[in-house]
T-cell receptor, first 113, second 113 residues
Framework: DGGITQSPKYLFRKEGQNVTLSCEQN?????MYWYRQDPGQGLRLIYY???????QKGDIAEGYSVSREKKESFPLTVTSAQKNPTAFYLC????????????FGQGTRLTVV | QQQVKQSPQSLIVQKGGISIINCAYE??????FPWYQQFPGKGPALLIA?????SEKKEGRFTISFNKSAKQFSLHIMDSQPGDSATYFC????????????FGTGTRLQVTL
């Protein structure tokens, strides 16, 4: 089945630790995205990538980092610099540079204690 | 800066009724307006989308109405069913932005028996 796989579904980390969230897609999409979802705030864009080895900051990139070494993979690292990391993180992909449907993964709920 | 404003925040509709959710946008460069449906603990899934060259699009019980001059668009769910109970997000993106979506803050819909 084609789709986007995020892992793990739930993640717990201690404050001050970096943590990496996985996102893999087998849709052969060029573009991939990371969104953060908080109650009452909708989805906010963290980073996006339109092509391998290239990515751009979104609206709330501070405290996060990404890489795009392979077309299929777009991991997100939540660093200790992120002041409020507890959230639901969603990865998405789309065909390319035109405005088309974005397909979302099932999300990773990160809790930092 | 909230570029897509969504209302209401929550909505309760009786089974068989019409659910209406409204969105307004500011950026005239937006050219793609999707609606996403999200169930608890899941990623959003595309419900229906419209481009500004048409004023209305209907898919089954779901209709988008689009008013380009007012920079507003709305989702109508006819014959609402309990299975429609979910959170709905409007979004918008512009040409060349790789489907970099700007989301509204979401509407939690509850359809009662």
């Amino acid at each position: 089945d084609g789709g986007i796989t995020q892992s793990p579904k739930y993640l717990f980390r201690k404050e001050g630790q970096n943590v990496t969230l996985s996102c893999e897609q087998n849709l052969n999409h060029d573009a991939m995205y990371w969104y953060r979802q908080d109650p009452g705030q909708g989805l906010r864009l963290i980073y996006y990538s339109q092509i391998v080895n290239d990515f751009q900051k979104g609206d709330i990139a501070e405290g996060y980092s990404v890489s795009r070494e392979k077309k299929e993979s777009f991991p997100l690292t939540v660093t200790s610099a992120q002041k409020n990391p507890t959230a639901f993180y969603l990865c998405a992909s789309s065909i390319g540079t035109t405005s088309t449907e974005a397909f979302f993964g099932q999300g990773t709920r990160l809790t930092v204690v | 800066q909230q570029q897509v404003k969504q209302s209401p925040q929550s909505l309760i509709v009786q089974k068989g009724g019409i659910s209406i959710i409204n969105c307004a946008y500011e950026n005239t460069a937006f050219d793609y307006f999707p609606w996403y449906q999200q169930f608890p603990g899941k990623g959003p899934a595309l419900l229906i989308a419209i481009r500004p060259d048409v004023s209305e699009k209907k898919e089954g019980r779901f209709t988008i109405s689009f008013n380009k001059s007012a920079k507003q668009f709305s989702l109508h769910i006819m014959d609402s069913q309990p299975g429609d109970s979910a959170t709905y997000f409007c979004a918008a993106s512009g040409f060349g932005t790789a489907s970099k979506l700007t989301f509204g803050t979401g509407t939690r819909l509850q359809v009662t028996l």
